[in-house]
């Protein structure tokens, strides 16, 4: 593998550009070891050769996607500055590209006017999200589904929020039976509608769930953490298109853009369609917010202290790769989206695999052909070393009988839970390597069940 490393000639003019605006000042130079600082950094890129090939697009495992090269070198470039975007005193220009880089993404979603801002991540985001239905609802319980992410519950645990776990039907779609009984019978004031769950790449039923909210009065909050970039691709199943069209009639969103946005870590964002939620995050700061009368977005989120390097990269990469349909940025998602269904169907159609779900997004489920849970799942645990020993890096996921059974009607259930393979189809790169790909499945596939 070799690591992208020409867009580095960039980097020198634009340090000159950034240095230009401190010619005013006293000379300064601050003082460097240089032979102490390579022999340390030599010792880190050695120290993280200890990593599995991520950029590669023989990885395809876990949710794991390389920055693009334009976020990577304008993250690099604000490190000279290292604005903080809690104050405009700590980041002047870093928090007004924030907020027009979160307007963008609001506008993707079809709301021209909300409240939004970065975070940390996911779990960050979520949490305000959350946090704001609790001081809607107060006293109100949140529930998602069995296959929503953990941190929902953890979240609500943290924030002594009553929470419960709606089943799934077997397409890993939140049970709207199951939450219509819930409804009538518990004080339930948030919904969250997971918009392409970690395992699966499932959307919950957004549009029967937006119909129940008319009788019920709930909130309805979108964890479009892995999938919400995908409303901008053209070659979605028409289930899924019609999930994410009426994703603008949710209360609040959130997406990763650490994830398809291709950012470096951590970057999620949250926002609000009534960005009078904002009220919510009032506070006084004796040693704050005195350098301008503007919005200062520590003003509108829970974090204090955040990296505006995470703003410059994202809006760095939505200048070179707009947030549109029939974009480049888009064409990717859709390559991405191509590759996956391939991939896909050579697995339908081969005899030494059983598939369960069909991908919504890119994320595929699937198992070596056996006769019972137990031996389906062994076979998972050696074809993830074997295919690695070869090059091709997979995940697996446990997954519950009550979805996998009515797509594997003939197998014995001898356990409740099945380790299962999966792929994240993350990098459009991937698309030229299929054939190599499909030829370490087939090799890996014949080696596991050699040994059994």
Not at 110 to 128: D, F, Y
Not at 279 to 292: G, L, N, R, V
Not at 406 to 428: A, E, F, G, N, Y
Request: hydrophobic content about 40%.
């Amino acid at each position: 593998m070799t690591l992208e490393t020409r867009s580095l000639s960039i980097l020198p003019r634009a340090l000159e550009i950034l240095e230009s605006s401190f010619h005013g000042l006293p000379l300064f130079e601050p003082s460097v070891n240089i032979e102490k600082l390579e022999t340390v950094l030599l010792e880190v890129a050695d120290r993280m050769k200890d990593n599995y090939p991520y950029p590669h697009p023989q990885y395809i495992g876990q949710m794991l996607k390389p920055p693009h090269p334009v976020a990577r070198l304008a993250y690099t470039l604000s490190l000279w500055i290292n604005p903080n975007n809690h104050a405009l005193d700590g980041g002047r220009a870093s928090s007004a590209m924030e907020k027009e880089a979160v307007a963008r993404i609001g506008e993707m979603f079809g709301w021209k006017e909300c409240l939004g801002h970065l975070c940390s991540g996911g779990t960050m985001a979520n949490l305000e999200a959350l946090w704001i239905s609790k001081r809607l609802k107060p006293g109100s319980k949140i529930v998602a589904s069995s296959q929503a992410h953990y941190t929902h519950s953890r979240i609500c645990s943290v924030l002594e929020i009553p929470f419960d776990s709606i089943p799934t039907d077997c397409n890993a779609k939140m049970d709207l039976e199951s939450l219509e009984k819930a409804l009538e019978s518990e004080n339930i004031g948030t919904v969250v509608v997971t918009m392409g769950t970690t395992a699966t790449g499932s959307f919950d039923p957004l549009p029967s769930i937006l119909e129940l909210r008319k009788n019920y009065g709930f909130r309805i909050h979108a964890d479009a953490a892995y999938g919400g970039y995908f409303t901008l691709a053209n070659n979605l199943g028409q289930q899924t298109r019609d999930i994410l069209n009426h994703v603008n009639q949710v209360d609040s969103i959130v997406v990763d853009p650490h994830k398809h946005g291709l950012q470096p870590y951590g970057c999620g964002c949250v926002l609000f369609r009534d960005p009078t939620v904002g009220i919510h995050y009032k506070h006084d700061s004796p040693y704050t917010y005195f350098t301008s009368d503007e919005l200062h977005l520590g003003e509108i989120s829970l974090e204090c202290s955040r990296p505006g390097s995470s703003a410059v990269a994202l809006w760095a990469t939505q200048k070179l790769l707009p947030l549109e349909q029939n974009g480049e940025f888009a064409r990717g998602l859709e390559t991405i989206r191509e590759t996956a269904l391939a991939l896909f169907d050579f697995l339908v159609n081969e005899s030494r695999f059983v598939t369960a779900l069909a991908p919504e997004l890119d994320i595929l489920i699937w198992g070596l052909n056996g006769k019972r849970a137990s031996e389906i799942s062994s076979y998972s645990n050696d074809f993830f070393e074997l295919t690695a020993e070869r090059g091709l890096h997979i995940a697996k996921a446990n997954l519950p009988r009550s979805i996998l059974e009515p797509h594997w009607p003939d197998i014995v259930w001898d356990q409740d839970t099945v380790t299962c393979l999966r792929s994240c189809i993350m990098k459009p790169e991937v698309t030229g390597w299929i054939d190599d790909i499909k030829r370490i499945m087939i090799e890996a596939a014949d080696a596991a069940l050699a040994k059994r």
